[in-house]
T-cell receptor, first 110, second 115 residues
Framework: QKEVEQNSGPLSVPEGAIASLNCTYSDRGSQSFFWYRQYSGKSPELIMSIYSNGDKEDGRFTAQLNKASQYVSLLIRDSQPSDSATYLCAVRTSYGKLTFGQGTILTVHP | GAVVSQHPSWVICKSGTSVKIECRSLDFQATTMFWYRQFPKQSLMLMATSNEGSKATYEQGVEKDKFLINHASLTLSTLTVTSAHPEDSSFYIC???????????FGPGTRLTVT
């Protein structure tokens, strides 16, 4: 089992829709969770961090964490073509290492 | 805040030569920096963790004598790829952690091509 798994995608949504990105992790002791956005040919950009169960909202982005289910998600409301990118879920495991999922490619079409 | 720079942004070198990549935290002090490598269509793979003033910690399978890391100050870490080969061609990205925060901020990356 991979340490961090993301829904494989690619995910395609129309402009204005909600994009839902999912991630599961295997280390139950993990405490810190992050979503990064990576445009093609560029390095990752931190967009959300979440540490507690529940929802965390920042503008059009909402991160959701459920530690019991070992599940973290990212919702993007009112998706825009500029949101088209690869989204990386990252988990800081109990032994201190930041581990990335394989990424989900999101395409928002006009 | 939390800006990380890398230099150079891209480099082409001949097989057998060495290449040095610099990573700087511009507006904060970073006691810990990280070096990642990313091959096309793959996720980031951690190569090593660099702590200021001490030896780097390398991930399993990463040759420490080939990928030399120096973290000489709280704002600068360098990665030197020694005796580069075409299979070392990749996107090298550093990141830095600010203080005790768990958030990592990434530099823009260096694209290395070995011919």
């Amino acid at each position: 089992q991979k340490e961090v798994e993301q829904n494989s995608g690619p995910l395609s949504v129309p402009e204005g829709a909600i994009a839902s990105l999912n991630c599961t992790y295997s280390d139950r002791g993990s405490q810190s969770f992050f979503w990064y956005r990576q445009y093609s040919g560029k390095s990752p950009e931190l967009i959300m961090s979440i540490y507690s169960n529940g929802d965390k909202e920042d503008g059009r982005f909402t991160a959701q964490l459920n530690k019991a289910s070992q599940y973290v998600s990212l919702l993007i409301r009112d998706s825009q073509p500029s949101d088209s990118a690869t989204y990386l879920c990252a988990v800081r495991t109990s032994y201190g290492k930041l581990t990335f999922g394989q990424g989900t490619i999101l395409t928002v079409h006009p | 805040g939390a800006v990380v720079s890398q230099h150079p942004s891209w480099v082409i070198c001949k097989s057998g030569t060495s290449v040095k990549i610099e990573c700087r935290s511009l507006d904060f002090q970073a006691t810990t920096m990280f070096w990642y490598r990313q091959f096309p269509k793959q996720s980031l793979m951690l190569m090593a963790t660099s702590n200021e003033g001490s030896k780097a910690t390398y991930e399993q399978g990463v040759e420490k004598d080939k990928f030399l890391i120096n973290h000489a100050s709280l704002t600068l870490s360098t990665l030197t790829v020694t005796s580069a080969h075409p299979e070392d061609s990749s996107f090298y990205i550093c990141s830095a952690r600010q203080g005790s925060s768990y958030e990592q901020y990434f530099g823009p990356g260096t694209r290395l091509t070995v011919t």
